[in-house]
């Protein structure tokens, strides 16, 4: 099955900087790369998703680039606000596949 | 946020004892889901419905058990609780195979 590792399990960044979290999958046939984002008490909500076919997508100060060949996938954060401060996890799935497999999260504090 | 409510978000029980949480969905959405949550381990799969009374294992389904009579409702049961699964409990589901709707999550304590 898949195995999704993410990198690192803590991030302390000073607001106004930018925020890299890293992932790795294993399943070369994965084609759907979905991040979510969760507040404290909450559930996980997605944030940003990218398929196999595309390297980069943007959404304002977010964005997540893949890169196929090494499996390798990565969220930025750009202007970090207070606000951003969550827990944030990747995922991966093949898109035929009703299964959706999460990394370990990454807790990202921005220090005002 | 897409209508998915979990119930009891808290419950303290002893080991041995059965416990049931529930998961209702009002968004008529085909999938649905329930995660556990741990430090260390992020979110991992226990049991998932891709229909009514169709369910399939995750990665973590020993202990567990699911039903789903009913679109809107899915149902996890731990037949005989064990301090193991002490957790936080999520039901997500969805219609495609795109955008994961998450509830509240339910924190369990198994003493």
């Known amino acids: 099955g898949e195995n999704v590792e993410q990198h690192p399990s803590t991030l302390s960044v000073q607001e106004g900087d930018s925020a890299v979290i890293k992932c790795t999958y294993s399943?070369?046939?994965?084609?759907?790369f979905p991040w979510y984002k969760q507040e404290l008490g909450k559930g996980p909500q997605l944030i940003i998703d990218?398929?196999?076919?595309?390297g980069e997508k943007k959404d304002q100060r977010i964005a997540v680039t893949l890169n196929k060949t090494a499996k390798h996938f990565s969220l930025h954060i750009t202007e970090t606000q207070p606000e951003d401060s969550a827990v944030y996890f990747c995922a991966a799935s093949n898109f035929g596949n009703e299964k959706l497999t999460f990394g370990t999260g990454t807790r990202l504090t921005i220090i005002p | 946020d897409a209508g998915i409510t979990q119930s009891p978000r808290h419950k303290v029980t002893e080991t041995g004892t059965p416990v049931t949480l529930r998961c209702h969905q009002t968004e008529n959405h085909r999938y649905m889901y329930w995660y556990r949550q741990d430090p260390g381990h992020g979110l991992r799969l226990i049991h998932y419905s891709y229909g009514v009374k169709d369910t399939d294992k995750g990665e973590v389904s020993d202990g567990y058990s699911v039903s789903r009579s009913k679109t809107e409702d899915f149902l996890l049961t731990l037949e005989s609780a064990t301090s193991s699964q002490t957790s936080v409990y999520f039901c997500?589901?969805?219609?495609?195979?795109?955008?994961?709707?998450f509830g509240s999550g339910t924190q369990l304590s198994v003493l």
């Open positions: 990218i398929r196999s076919n595309v």
């Open positions: 997500a589901s969805r219609q495609g195979r795109e955008k994961l709707f």
């Open positions: 399943d070369s046939a994965s084609n759907y």
